[in-house]
């Protein structure tokens, strides 16, 4: 009796998390969307990453060569084995990488003679399980992974059966238990942004008893790869392993993998992750965790033909929840602790990687920050931790370090976190590595830190004719950084006199404005503009992208942009050209039209570039202007016409979760502009009903009755039942939970959201 009556008191205090898990949201996953890329034209520039929510491993079906940034293309036909990948991006490339590959009736250990031949028909991907047949081995491969850890499932063919371990080339080592059942070795493999200690130790187990061992690989490069029947162990440039076993017609020979960066006991701890449960156990768990984290987000749509927007829906939040990854593991006392890729030390408590903040500042975070604050919590003492250890927060990290882009974006980073109320424990560690930041640069990563701040300090913008390159973009990305500086300091009581240099400087973005263009030059340090002026010119001062998608870089101060460009009427002009003008380029900055252009010139869209990320705010500026209307048209246009839940499903690189966050807010109906702002511009929703269940318990519910395809304009807006008639919303609004409506329309209402109190913050408009 007093199990069941408890029984009832826990439903009842769970319906909330009862209604969510009884739909399977992982289904609408479909992780291969955006694989269709390649070098020249990015349709995401994604793999499919097998893993965890945030995990430290993913795991990859690999059908690039070693070393090949697009490590899984969907128009390949052969698979070379299963990755353990932490890959943010191919341009980035990959770190501590290794993988296994099944193969059968000869030990075929190099990767193109071992490689298999499959077909996507044959092949099932979900963000916690893949399978996949290989022809050439009869093999059908199955992986699911935990954090840290993942367990292999091979159904094998009667005969000769093995498995490579492949600890890639670069310096690797394996050694092989006496009775064989064992693989232990490290690969160092990185593409930069470690310390000369770097390693990654796994360990390997089968289920079964071994009947074959071998080594392979090469004492150093340039060295043929010789495989060794018998021997044991091998370290040099380009180390693996074979291990055979007698297989019956249809056996299944279970693998458990884990891996570590601290050492190869911890190594041996992460494998325990897979403790106590078999293969379907740990496939149904990794199902949970993962409905546990899509259900946050609700869409309650049933209708058939709103099918495929709830399939990018579902697909875009996966990816916004992959990145930035773990990178801190769980010692033997149960704590956090990590190996530091800035130091090289081991050390205690959280860290996080691979994530680049020039792209994820815009709403990769502020979506953590909304949905996800717990982690988001950890994420921050981890960036902390990256500031003890190297002395800067990343602006791009994977795993250190890297110098890739411009901004000193980690400053929305941090304040955006801590004004939604996720505060670090040290508040001071958290206010000085954001100052020191701003007022210099990392000594060897110039991308980290602020590079020209001595000069942007002094005239109030970075010089073009000082040998920094991107330095419009550096100029406009630092101003909005001092604005979110300046909101921090404020929010954790800074005196004045500290928050002077970052208020002045927050409307240095003003100092590229030219009136004759109406748009954002390039200025030479004796305040000349740059001669000549190329509206259409990529790069140079702007950082992959031109003038028309940099002078919208005002993230804070829309108003006051407005004002430089005389007004509502003249901004809105502006703005419309964007999408009017055809999609001509210069590209002799970078003697080609690099991936970014071409992209932005097949979509229809004139020089609205949506595959890349300065631009992708610029529709919610609408609001600003009082034309709500125009910027709801462009959204829906945008969001059905540059998604879809295919392998060419992106216009243009992902980038680490923040091209998926910017559908997922947009589907929502709102988009955080400036982030620091706490608000929410509002745009045009996708679906006729979401509940936002937020982790504080309350719920957000987002109703737009009878939307459809054909109703992308706002017609009415009420919040908890009052008709409201601005453009935004407040974050504090979302948190207390609410109800929002939106009667959706086939024909703009010219009136709602024009009054002059409508328009979302802007720095000049605050007293
Ligand atoms: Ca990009």
């Known amino acids: 009796m007093s199990s069941r009556r408890s029984k009832a ?31 020249e034209l990015s349709a995401g520039n994604t793999y499919p990453a097998i893993a965890r929510p945030w995990g430290m491993n993913f795991w990859t079906p690999q059908t690039g060569v070693m070393g090949d940034g697009w490590q899984y293309t969907y128009d390949a036909h052969c698979i070379r084995g299963f990755k353990q990948t932490h890959q943010p991006s191919p341009w980035i490339n990959d770190y501590g990488q290794f993988s296994l590959m099944p ?234 602790v990590h190996y530091s890729p800035y130091s090289g030390e081991v050390l205690p408590g959280y860290m996080y990687t691979d994530t680049g903040f020039w792209d994820t500042f815009r709403c990769l975070f502020p979506l953590l920050n909304l949905v996800y604050p717990s982690v988001s919590h950890e994420m921050q003492e981890g960036f902390l931790n990256a500031w003890r250890e190297s002395g800067f927060f990343p602006e791009w990290c994977s795993p250190g370090h890297r110098g890739c882009m411009v901004g000193n974006n980690s400053a929305s980073v941090m304040a955006d976190a801590w004004l939604k109320g996720i505060c670090v424990s040290d508040p001071e560690a958290l206010w000085r590595g954001v100052i020191s930041g701003a007022n210099s640069v990392h000594p060897t990563v110039s991308s980290t830190g602020r590079l020209g701040w001595e000069e942007y300090n002094k005239l109030g913008y970075v010089p073009c004719d000082i040998g920094i390159n991107e330095s419009a973009a550096r100029t406009l990305e630092y101003a909005y950084d001092d604005w979110c500086i300046y909101r921090l300091g404020k929010a954790l009581g800074r005196p004045e006199r500290e928050l002077a240099q ?172 400036a982030p620091g702002s706490n608000q929410y511009a509002i745009g045009s929703p996708l679906f006729r009903n979401v509940s936002i269940r937020l982790e504080n318990g309350n719920i957000v519910n987002i109703s737009a009755p009878a939307n459809s395809e054909t109703t992308p304009y706002v017609d009415k807006l009420t919040l908890d039942g009052a008709v409201i008639d601005r453009n935004y919303l407040a974050h504090d609004e979302l948190i207390g939970g609410c109800d929002i409506d939106f009667t959706m329309s086939a024909v703009p209402n010219t009136v709602r959201g024009t009054s002059s109190t409508s328009a979302p913050y802007s720095f000049s408009n605050q007293k």
């Open 502 to 673: 970052y208020k002045r400087n927050a409307l240095n973005y003003k100092n590229l404005y030219s009136h004759e263009f109406q748009l954002m030059r390039g200025r030479r340090a004796d305040g000349s503009f740059a001669d000549p002026f190329s509206p259409l010119k990529w790069g140079d001062v702007f950082t992959e992208g031109n003038a028309w998608h940099y002078t919208w870089s005002v993230f804070h101060d829309p108003a006051g942009l407005i004002s430089l460009m005389g007004g509502n009427d003249n901004f809105v002009a502006q703005l419309d050209s964007m999408f009017t003008i055809p999609p001509l380029f210069d590209d002799s900055y970078y003697g080609f039209p690099i991936h970014e252009i071409r992209e932005m010139t097949v979509m229809n869209m004139g020089n609205y570039a949506h595959g890349n990320q300065p631009v992708q705010h610029a529709i919610y500026l609408y609001d600003w202007a009082l034309q709500p209307w125009k910027g709801q048209f462009w959204l829906r246009r945008t969001m059905d016409s540059l998604y879809s839940p295919v392998p060419d499903g992106y216009c243009g690189d992902e980038d680490n979760g923040q091209t998926s966050a910017w559908y997922v807010f947009s589907a929502l109906g709102f988009y955080p502009v």
């Open 103 to 336: 193969v059968t009736k000869n030990p075929v250990f190099e990767e193109s003679e071992r490689a298999s031949w499959f077909s996507h028909k044959a092949e099932q991907a979900t963000p916690y399980y893949y399978s996949v047949y290989l022809a050439d081995h009869d093999v059908l491969a199955e992986m699911t992974p935990t954090e840290r850890a993942a367990a292999f499932r091979f159904t094998f063919p009667e005969g000769e059966s093995y498995v490579v371990i492949d600890a890639f080339d670069c310096g690797s080592e394996v050694n092989i238990s006496a009775d064989g059942r064992k693989v232990s070795g490290r690969t160092t493999r990185n593409s930069g942004g470690v310390p000369a200690n770097f390693a990654n130790y796994f360990v390997v187990e089968f289920d079964k008893p071994v009947s074959y061992v071998a080594t392979f690989g090469k004492a150093v490069k340039g060295d043929s790869l010789i495989l060794k029947a018998g021997s044991e162990e091998f370290s040099g440039f380009h180390a693996g392993a074979v291990i055979g076993f007698n297989t019956e017609r249809r056996e299944q020979v279970m693998v458990r993998v884990a891996s570590s960066f601290i050492s190869a006991e911890q190594a041996e701890l992460n494998l325990k992750e897979l403790d106590g449960r078999d293969f379907e156990s740990l496939v149904s768990e990794g199902k949970e965790v993962w409905n546990n984290v899509l259900g946050r987000l609700a869409v309650n749509d049933t209708e058939a033909d709103n099918l495929d927007r709830k399939r990018t829906f579902y697909s875009c939040l996966y990816r916004s929840t992959l990145f930035p990854r773990k990178f801190y593991e769980i010692n033997s006392e149960g704590q956090p």
């Open 9 to 39: 008191v826990a439903f009842a205090a769970c319906a909330v998390l009862w209604v969510y898990a009884a739909e399977d949201y992982t289904t609408f996953v479909n992780p291969l969307m955006g694989t269709m890329s390649s070098y």
